[in-house]
């Protein structure tokens, strides 16, 4: 039997290299090997109290841009955590084994009560009991997630560790994945720290930029007169350069500019140039399909009913399991 894997995508923002080449590129390839379940975590945004008309778009726009980088709904269950009331009801349960000193503890409600003084809501606080039901919902194995999780997931063995030693076993304790090597971290052009959805827009390249955009931002990005010597170590601005060059460049014009660069001979100009075209000619297929697909309604609702189906087949299961376990089977 293959094993389970489970991973929520934020709903809010717009996705960019960074979330392609961290998140998106590991879900594609694990579709055919594991038994994947991946959510929009729609849920999790009302804690910050989206705009109601901007939600539905938002999920609309996170499904169509995964599908568009590769993931098969044929093949994984996509579907949005408010569809399946099998998650709130075991986030119930969980809320009853998680203790107020641990969720105050945890380093992203610090974080966001921190950056959000006048709503430090209930919902912030479970968040992680939240997520806890999300991925042991469906008995995950793994669960495709970056540092900043880790937590997260931590808490998540908690209780489900509580659980199994106070009814019996249930949940597997499900641990943090990812495929390959460790986590590229992609930077972002301004030389200063990776593609993010919130900071630096200017120095992110989004699956949605028009090929004018990618261009300008690619040919903005920070370099200088170049190294004087053979061989000079290269400072972080230009080694980034490099870095999405190998991501999204041929080998050839890589090492090209690689060589150029070792004898003093590099012109940055050329090579931003070919780095933003070979950057559009991987984003551009990518965001066509996306937009297609979100003027394509009943598509993106056939694709969530389909997934739906799928994530309440496996969660009705858990969920009947724990109520008995629970002693709630009158
Ligand atoms: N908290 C995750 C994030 O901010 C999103 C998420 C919600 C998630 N539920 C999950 C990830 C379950 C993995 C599994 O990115």
């Known amino acids: 039997m293959k094993e389970i894997v489970v991973s929520g995508i934020r709903s809010t923002g717009y996705l960019h290299l960074g979330n392609y080449f961290g998140a998106i590129q590991n879900y594609v390839k694990m579709q055919e090997d594991f038994n994947c379940y991946f959510f929009v975590a729609d849920y999790h945004a009302l804690t910050t109290h989206p705009d109601p008309k901007e939600l539905k778009p938002n999920v609309y726009r996170v499904i169509?841009?995964?599908?568009?980088?590769?993931?098969?709904?044929?093949?994984?269950?996509?579907?949005?955590?408010?569809?399946?009331?099998?998650?709130?009801?075991?986030?119930?349960?969980?809320?009853?084994?998680?203790?107020?000193?641990?969720?105050?503890?945890?380093?992203?409600?610090?974080?966001?009560?921190?950056?959000?003084?006048?709503?430090?809501?209930?919902?912030?606080?479970?968040?992680?009991?939240?997520?806890?039901?999300?991925?042991?919902?469906?008995?995950?194995?793994?669960?495709?997630?970056?540092?900043?999780?880790?937590?997260?997931?931590?808490?998540?063995?908690?209780?489900a560790g509580r659980f199994n030693h106070r009814y019996g076993d249930l949940f597997p304790e499900p641990t943090a994945f990812n495929f390959g090597e460790q986590l590229v971290k992609i930077p972002s052009l301004d030389g200063k720290g990776k593609m993010s959805k919130s900071e630096n827009e200017n120095a992110t390249i989004y699956l949605a930029d028009e090929?004018?955009?990618?261009?300008?931002?690619?040919?903005?990005?920070?370099?200088?007169?170049?190294?004087?010597?053979?061989?000079?170590?290269?400072?972080?601005?230009?080694?980034?350069?490099?870095?999405?060059?190998?991501?999204?460049?041929?080998?050839?014009?890589?090492?090209?500019?690689?060589?150029?660069?070792?004898?003093?001979?590099?012109?940055?100009?050329?090579?931003?140039?070919?780095?933003?075209?070979?950057?559009?000619?991987?984003?551009?297929?990518?965001?066509?399909?996306?937009?297609?697909?979100?003027?394509?309604?009943?598509?993106?609702?056939?694709?969530?009913?389909?997934?739906?189906d799928k994530a309440r087949e496996s969660a009705s299961k858990t969920l009947s399991d724990a109520r008995k376990m629970i002693g709630i089977n009158y």
Do not use: W
């Open 64 to 159: 169509a841009e995964n599908v568009a980088s590769g993931l098969d709904p044929n093949k994984v269950a996509l579907y949005a955590q408010s569809d399946i009331p099998e998650i709130p009801e075991l986030y119930l349960m969980l809320n009853m084994l998680a203790y107020k000193g641990e969720l105050e503890k945890t380093a992203s409600f610090k974080d966001k009560a921190r950056s959000q003084p006048d709503n430090i809501n209930a919902g912030l606080l479970t968040y992680p009991s939240l997520m806890a039901a999300d991925i042991l919902i469906h008995k995950a194995h793994k669960v495709p997630v970056g540092k900043d999780q880790e937590q997260h997931l931590e808490m998540t063995r908690n209780f």
């Open 211 to 308: 090929d004018d955009k990618i261009r300008k931002k690619v040919m903005k990005a920070k370099t200088d007169g170049g190294p004087t010597e053979a061989n000079t170590p290269m400072p972080d601005y230009i080694e980034n350069i490099f870095m999405l060059m190998k991501l999204v460049s041929s080998e050839e014009h890589y090492n090209q500019f690689l060589n150029n660069y070792n004898n003093c001979e590099i012109r940055y100009g050329d090579m931003k140039k070919q780095l933003a075209e070979d950057m559009i000619k991987f984003v551009s297929p990518i965001r066509e399909k996306a937009v297609a697909m979100q003027n394509d309604i009943p598509l993106l609702q056939k694709i969530l009913a389909e997934g739906k």
